[in-house]
């Protein structure tokens, strides 16, 4: 009789038995990227306090302050705030600084110049590049995105790079990225030059995070269908034609 421990074959349903090259769930990877409802919130606190006060406060504003400079003070310690509190909980703190450094910044050039539009300026500019880099690094066959995704959900892995279908999937989404990114800032740099500051801080604020979540989310979609392609190459055809999904047992 043999005394050869059987080998346990993993449970579909016991998250412990995953696959380590099966992908998280969409949500969990949406979340990754993201840094969670929790940094989502946090990253977008700052940008929304200066964005809604500085209209609502008087020019005169309070005390030894402006309407503009209270309003900068009050983002700029929220920004402060929330990368401490993280910090103060041992929470990931790389969302909060990259907003802290951001907000202070603007903050900075807003001050000095007394004109609230620069608030927005090193964004613009930020902005503006990141659109150039994605978009080029794509036409070089090293799309951003992909070195993202190789991060995200291989663990580094290089592999992706000899998968051809999926570089070319990856590299319309960097492109895609890119795109939005320069019509984005675009819209921005004409608000600037409008001296339009109250339009250019809501273009901010609904161009920011709710454009980066759907960006996100049909990243993961599209390269999730790549790879479930890739698993069954017969799924496209079968999408088609409509024809019923071969059973497997």
Known sequence: MSTETPTRKPDPADGNDRDP???????????????G???????????????????LLPDAGFGPLSGLQW???????????IA?????????VRHALNGLFG?????????????????????IIQGGIYGVLLIVSALVRHPIIGWIYAVVAQGG????????????????????????FLL????????YFLDADDALGLVTLLGGWPVTIA????????????????????????????????LEY
């Open 215 to 246: 960006l996100t989310a049909f990243t993961i979609w599209a390269v999730r269908r790549r790879m479930r392609t890739e698993e069954d190459p017969h799924a496209e055809a079968r999408r088609g034609t409509g024809a019923p999904r071969r």
């Open 84 to 92: 401490a509190w993280r910090a103060v909980r041992k929470e990931p």
């Open 71 to 81: 309003a900068i003070v009050v983002s700029a310690a929220s920004a402060i705030a």
């Open 157 to 180: 892995k290089k592999e992706w790079r000899e998968n051809k279908p999926l570089v070319d999937v990856l590299s319309r989404i960097t492109i895609l990225w890119g795109i939005v």
């Open 21 to 35: 090259d099966e992908l998280p769930p969409f949500t969990e990877q949406l979340s990754q990227q993201l840094g």
């Open 37 to 55: 409802v929790k940094g989502v919130v946090e990253a977008a606190v700052p940008i929304t306090l200066f964005v809604v006060l500085n209209p």
């Open 103 to 123: 907000i202070a910044l603007g903050a900075f050039l807003a001050w000095r110049s007394t004109d609230a539009r620069n608030f927005y300026l090193p964004g």
């Open 184 to 191: 984005k800032n675009a819209v921005r740099t004409w608000l």
